[in-house]
């Protein structure tokens, strides 16, 4: 969509990436999202306009989440763009917060565009999971949150998170 049919989440402050991150790709500065009656819409900004992926022994991902509390129960999901083999890939993944696991649920369209990362994804991808509550959520608001990660042979590490938002969708 056209940028002004988001809605612009609060500006991450530049160089607050975790000591020992690879470059200034990693440093978040922006996010937002949007939707339409068939698809949800994400954006991240980060300090440089790039968005590498590394190759062996070093890959770096990017990730648009949000989580949907519904009554006791809450369920998170991530639009990653990324390529590390064997371990993750550009798509749409069901995060596990108890023990930390990811299960990729469907695919995602990505772009970069003036430096900006657009993610996209059907809605109708989500019904298949009995915590999908429905779009927009009963709840009447989701808690988006963005995040750079790096994965090597000495483990995954998060370079940066941006600030976290309540978004309404209306």
């Known amino acids: ?47 440089s306009g790039t968005w590498p992926l590394g190759s062996f022994p070093t890959y770096y991902a990017y990730a648009a989440g949000f989580m949907i509390t519904s009554g006791a129960d809450s369920a998170s999901y991530a639009l990653v763009y990324a390529n590390v083999p064997l371990v993750i890939s550009t798509g749409l993944y069901k995060v596990n917060w108890a023990d930390s696991s990811f299960t990729i649920i469907g695919d995602i ?25 429905g779009w927009p959520p009963p709840e009447g608001c989701i808690f988006p949150m963005g995040v750079t990660l790096t994965a090597g042979l000495s483990g995954q590490s998060a370079n940066d998170y941006t600030n976290p938002t309540i978004y309404q969708p209306e």
């Open 1 to 47: 969509p056209a940028s002004y049919k988001y809605a612009n989440f609060p500006i991450d402050p530049q160089g607050d990436v975790t000591g020992g991150s690879a470059g200034n790709w990693l440093d978040l500065r922006g996010s937002g999202m949007s939707y339409s009656d068939t698809r949800i819409y994400c954006y991240l900004g980060n300090v």
């Open 109 to 133: 369209s990505s772009t970069v565009s003036g430096g900006i990362l657009h993610l996209a994804c059907n809605i109708s991808t989500f019904t298949a999971d009995p915590q999908w509550p």
